[in-house]
């Protein structure tokens, strides 16, 4: 079946040490999204790629850096993460095309914790 | 600042009850999508609704989009206890940019 997988679903990290999240999607869609969510609260766009042209929400923090290397991959890079980084991760896909909507998929979620 | 708000936050009701969740918004779009999260999981699609006026209906969920009041619509018919999740809207503004609202904690209490 075609899908959006992420790993690792559960990540343990201290703070202040450089992670890495993985996206990977099997859909062949053209856009790959970074959403934030914390306990509680709505989905935050971070950034996103569209083919292989990164968009950047204004918002978000220097801290966090992304990675598109193929169509298929996409890799969420939090250089420094603090407490307040401890969040859920959502990757999502979508694919622009002539249709007149852009119906994102999103995988299962990597849930991060910063000790 | 776009503002996507949705009403009540928290919603406890008796199973075979209906309510209604409102979800509005502070920009111009005819595009809206409304998802279901279950505690700890990711976000699963309920419906897409593309155009002023358009009403989609799927088991005990009905949604509907008023693009002129900035207003959708998520109906519940007869409540179930499956039903018991976290329902946001999410407003396409386009340049494949997606704000969600605020979220709707749904109770369904047997």
């Known amino acids: 079946d075609a899908m959006v997988i992420q790993n690792p679903r559960y990540q343990v990290t201290q703070f202040g040490k450089p992670v890495t999240l993985s996206c990977s999607q099997t859909?062949?869609?053209?856009?790959m999204y970074w959403y934030q969510q914390k306990s509680s609260q709505a989905p935050k766009l971070l950034f996103h790629y569209y083919d292989k042209d990164f968009n950047n929400e204004a918002d978000t923090p220097d801290n966090f850096q992304s990675r598109r290397p193929n169509t298929s991959f996409c890799f969420l890079d939090i250089r420094s993460p603090g407490l307040g980084d401890a969040a859920m991760y959502l990757c999502?896909?979508?694919?622009?095309?002539?249709?007149?909507?852009?119906?994102?998929?999103f995988g299962p979620g990597t849930r991060l914790t910063v000790l | 600042e776009l503002k996507v708000e949705q009403n009540p936050l928290f919603l406890s009701m008796q199973e075979g009850k209906n309510y209604t969740i409102y979800c509005n918004y502070s920009t111009t779009s005819d595009r809206l999508y409304w998802y279901r999260q279950d505690p700890g999981k990711s976000l699963e699609s309920l419906f897409v609704?593309?155009?002023?006026?358009a009403v989609k209906q799927e088991g005990r969920l009905m949604a509907s989009l008023d693009t002129k009041a900035r207003l959708s619509t998520l109906h519940i018919t007869a409540a179930v206890h499956d039903l018991s999740a976290t329902y946001f809207c999410a407003v396409d503004i386009g340049g494949n940019q997606f704000y969600f609202g605020t979220g709707t904690s749904l109770t369904v209490i047997p």
């Open positions: 609704l593309l155009s002023n006026g």
């Open positions: 999502a896909t979508s694919r622009v095309s002539r249709l007149p909507y852009n119906e994102q998929f």
């Open positions: 859909l062949n869609h053209n856009v």
